[in-house]
């Protein structure tokens, strides 16, 4: 993780982030499905009631990676928690030590805000992400199917 350095992002972060949720997107086979704008990442991180946070992972002076995420909260805990929407870190960038930097802050935040636990999803046919997170020893639940409702 050396050289790799992770940072809040800010409002004049906002054509990054927008740059790396298409980068996801397209990565994700869904680009057609991104509609997110520079004035709706502005209004929805950085406005009067923010809905997630975002942190950046900078190596060698070039932003590579991000990591969006949100507070939820466990009934069965009694605790908040963190929800993972999105981690990514460019092609170029990969095996870097970015992605796990970004996790380490992740959870460095969940502990210091009380959090019971981070949670996320991972598309199924993404088998390198998968691995990454087995090997910082996520576990599945793969008895819950994931629904949605727009």
Same mark, same amino acid.
């Given at each position: 993780?050396?050289g790799?350095?992770?940072?809040? $992002? +800010? =409002?004049?972060?906002?054509p990054?982030? @927008?740059?790396?949720?298409?980068?996801? #997107? %397209?990565y994700?086979k869904?680009?057609?499905?991104?509609? $997110? +704008? =520079?004035?709706?990442?502005r209004?929805t @991180?950085?406005?009067?009631?923010?809905? #997630? %946070?975002?942190?950046?992972?900078?190596?060698?002076?070039?932003?590579?990676?991000?990591?969006?995420c949100?507070?939820?909260?466990?009934t069965?805990?009694?605790?908040?928690?963190?929800?993972?929407?999105d981690?990514?870190?460019?092609p170029?960038?990969?095996g870097?030590?970015?992605?796990?930097?970004?996790?380490?802050?992740?959870?460095?935040?969940a502990?210091?805000r009380?959090c019971?636990?981070?949670?996320?999803a991972?598309?199924?046919?993404?088998?390198?992400?998968?691995?990454?997170?087995?090997?910082?020893?996520a576990?599945?639940?793969?008895?819950?199917?994931?629904?949605?409702?727009?």
């Amino acid at each position: 993780m050396s050289g790799i350095r992770i940072t809040p $992002a +800010t =409002e004049a972060d906002v054509p990054v982030v @927008l740059e790396m949720i298409r980068g996801l #997107a %397209e990565y994700e086979k869904l680009a057609h499905a991104c509609s $997110a +704008t =520079e004035d709706q990442l502005r209004r929805t @991180l950085f406005g009067d009631k923010p809905g #997630a %946070e975002v942190l950046l992972a900078e190596l060698d002076g070039e932003q590579v990676g991000f990591a969006l995420c949100f507070p939820n909260y466990s009934t069965f805990l009694a605790q908040p928690g963190i929800y993972l929407e999105d981690l990514f870190v460019k092609p170029h960038a990969r095996g870097k030590g970015a992605g796990l930097a970004l996790f380490v802050e992740l959870a460095r935040i969940a502990v210091a805000r009380g959090c019971g636990r981070v949670e996320w999803a991972v598309l199924d046919w993404n088998e390198p992400s998968i691995q990454f997170y087995k090997k910082l020893g996520a576990v599945p639940l793969d008895e819950w199917a994931t629904y949605r409702l727009t």
